[in-house]
């Protein structure tokens, strides 16, 4: 097992742990920010893009892949199976598979799932399929630990494209609960012991929606902060809600599917269809709106990136490749640069660069400059549709489209 070292940085007063570590164990990294604290790795290259290592067929389904101790957790689907393989980083060779049958069929003839990245925690992988089963297994062998199917258990909706909201595992002392936007009536959010699947308690009357969940430390205490389909849903380690915020689309035919972003403890969400961004700040028992509006930036699929003084993110709808890649100002909303049509595209902070792998399967590199937009490289490292979020970890990066996995050398 690699060593991990834990720092702490004070954000407005409050001490905030900091995981550094070349994993990449659940959902946009290993502190859920879209931040990578790993060093030497390559500044530029071809139209080839950086060297493959390997690459894998894989089954259907937008999850991306989650990383630790040298072993990556796939979860995807064949035929009627929702299946979690683990392979190994370097080779992408199978170490084990667990599977259970799914009777998800999507609407809309879109893909059949899954939708959401596993998480690896305290031994464990936890996934949560787009029918709403919920399972845990051994990370060592894959061995079943317990399973759930959440939406039939709280007569939760499908939703439009199944179930997609990442689990989190959120640690108060020495307790850890595992807390899911399950969406049902009274059963908005849900808390689960993580040993064994037993229901801890449930609040909130919210449907769900597609964005994961993200800790906060408010007043030195964890909480979490949830984007459901109706808007933000705050609430502590005991399920008590000490905020709730509207946001969402008057369209019906819409999701929220961008994860809330944090600095100390002002969250800001963003989506599209006509609704945008509002950054809020806890004043005692209420939350002020620091800024609002629908034309800084407006996410519709991906969940932006805070660097610094400044938020990177797609601002716009994904069809035909229109949305733009912005860097807008985290204290204003002002927008500082715009680059049309960049299309939807996964980031990763990292050496005082971003890492944006697009829908089309280009890798780009560019700076984390708020004076504009200056890119340093540019190259296909896959074919098809890429959806899946990426994962990186230890100078590889993980990229997955309908059909394959590729893994990519991206060190010195």
């Given at each position: 097992m690699r060593a991990r070292t834990a720092v702490a940085i004070v954000v407005l007063g409050t001490l905030v742990p900091v995981v550094q570590s070349a994993d990449w164990p659940q959902v946009l990294g290993p502190n859920r920010d879209s931040h990578s604290t790993e060093t030497e790795l390559l500044a530029t290259w071809g139209k080839a893009g950086p060297p493959l290592v390997w690459s894998k067929d894989v089954g259907t389904g937008f999850a991306g892949v989650a990383v630790a101790e040298g072993k990556i957790v796939l979860f995807h689907r064949t035929g009627n199976d929702e299946k979690l393989t683990a392979l190994d980083a370097a080779t992408g060779k199978e170490l084990w598979v667990f599977e259970a049958k799914t009777r998800y069929i999507d609407d809309f003839n879109f893909d059949n799932g899954p939708r959401c990245v596993p998480l690896i925690a305290g031994g464990k992988v936890f996934a949560l399929?787009?029918?709403?089963?919920?399972?845990?297994?051994?990370?060592?062998?894959?061995?079943?630990?317990?399973?759930?199917?959440?939406?039939?258990?709280?007569?939760?909706?499908?939703?439009?494209?199944?179930?997609?909201?990442?689990?989190?595992?959120?640690?108060?002392?020495?307790?850890?609960?595992?807390?899911?936007?399950?969406?049902?009536?009274?059963?908005?959010?849900?808390?689960?012991?993580?040993?064994?699947?037993?229901?801890?308690?449930?609040?909130?009357?919210?449907?769900?929606?597609?964005?994961?969940?993200?800790?906060?430390?408010?007043?030195?205490?964890?909480?979490?902060?949830?984007?459901?389909?109706?808007?933000?849903?705050?609430?502590?380690?005991?399920?008590?809600?000490?905020?709730?915020?509207?946001?969402?689309?008057?369209?019906?035919?819409?999701?929220?599917?961008?994860?809330?972003?944090?600095?100390?403890?002002?969250?800001?969400?963003?989506?599209?269809?006509?609704?945008?961004?509002?950054?809020?700040?806890?004043?005692?028992?209420?939350?002020?709106?620091?800024?609002?509006?629908?034309?800084?930036?407006?996410?519709?699929?991906?969940?932006?990136?805070?660097?610094?003084?400044?938020?990177?993110?797609?601002?716009?709808?994904?069809?035909?490749?229109?949305?733009?890649?912005?860097?807008?100002?985290?204290?204003?909303?002002?927008?500082?640069?715009?680059?049309?049509?960049?299309?939807?595209?996964?980031?990763?902070?990292?050496?005082?660069?971003?890492?944006?792998?697009?829908?089309?399967?280009?890798?780009?590199?560019?700076a984390t400059d708020a004076t504009g937009y200056k890119e340093l490289a540019r190259g296909t490292i896959i074919d098809g549709t890429v959806r899946a979020l990426t994962a990186l970890a230890d100078g590889k990066l993980y990229v997955r489209n309908e059909k394959k996995l590729v893994c990519i050398n991206l060190k010195k």
């Open positions: 399929g787009a029918d709403g089963d919920l399972h845990a297994v051994d990370f060592a062998n894959g061995k079943k630990l317990w399973s759930k199917n959440v939406r039939a258990e709280y007569k939760a909706p499908k939703g439009y494209f199944g179930v997609g909201s990442v689990p989190i595992l959120l640690k108060d002392g020495t307790t850890s609960k595992l807390l899911v936007n399950v969406g049902g009536k009274g059963a908005g959010v849900v808390a689960f012991d993580p040993d064994t699947g037993k229901e801890l308690w449930k609040a909130t009357d919210d449907p769900p929606g597609y964005a994961a969940p993200v800790q906060v430390t408010l007043n030195g205490k964890p909480t979490v902060a949830f984007f459901t389909r109706s808007g933000l849903v705050w609430t502590d380690a005991d399920g008590t809600v000490l905020f709730t915020h509207p946001w969402r689309s008057r369209l019906d035919a819409s999701v929220n599917a961008a994860s809330p972003v944090v600095r100390g403890s002002d969250v800001l969400l963003t989506s599209s269809y006509g609704t945008g961004a509002v950054l809020l700040r806890p004043n005692g028992k209420v939350l002020d709106e620091v800024w609002s509006n629908d034309t800084s930036m407006s996410c519709q699929i991906n969940t932006p990136v805070l660097v610094g003084d400044y938020l990177y993110g797609l601002h716009g709808r994904q069809e035909g490749g229109s949305a733009k890649l912005r860097c807008v100002e985290w204290k204003t909303g002002e927008v500082k640069w715009s680059v049309d049509r960049f299309g939807c595209a996964s980031l990763i902070a990292v050496e005082g660069a971003l890492l944006a792998v697009t829908e089309g399967g280009e890798l780009v590199r560019f």
